[in-house]
Nanobody, 115 residues
Framework: QVQPVESGGGLVQAGGSLKLTCVAS????????MAWHRQAPGKQRELVGS???????NYAASVKGRFTISRDNAKNTVSLQMNSLKPEDTAVYYC?????????WGQGTQVTVSS
């Protein structure tokens, strides 16, 4: 079992920044993918960005250039630096860790961007 735990959400004004962090515990093998997803009220959960254990990243078009995902393999953590936040970034942000084809989700952290 793998348990991701997110932190760092909160309320921020448009144009501001927030950094989310996810710490994953449990049986995490060296090869895995860590990702951030988000779900806004009334909308489907969507991928924000992902990063492989080798450091390859992928971003949703809506956040590219504003958000940066990074990881610390030694600490099993993944971070999401969010800059130039917009009201439409308001959502619950979830950390997902995929190990050997099985995905584990955190409970989520709320990010609210006021206009």
């Amino acid at each position: 079992q793998v348990q991701p735990v997110e932190s760092g959400g909160g309320l921020v004004q448009a144009g501001g920044s927030l950094k989310l962090t996810c710490v994953a515990s449990g049986r995490i093998f060296s090869s895995n993918v860590m990702a951030w997803h988000r779900q806004a009220p009334g909308k489907q959960r969507e991928l924000v960005g992902s990063i492989t254990s080798g450091g390859s990243t992928n971003y949703a078009a809506s956040v590219k250039g504003r958000f940066t995902i990074s990881r610390d393999n030694a600490k099993n953590t993944v971070s999401l630096q969010m800059n130039s936040l917009k009201p439409e970034d308001t959502a619950v942000y979830y950390c997902k860790v995929t190990v050997l084809g099985v995905s584990y989700w955190g409970q989520g952290t709320q990010v609210t961007v006021s206009s």
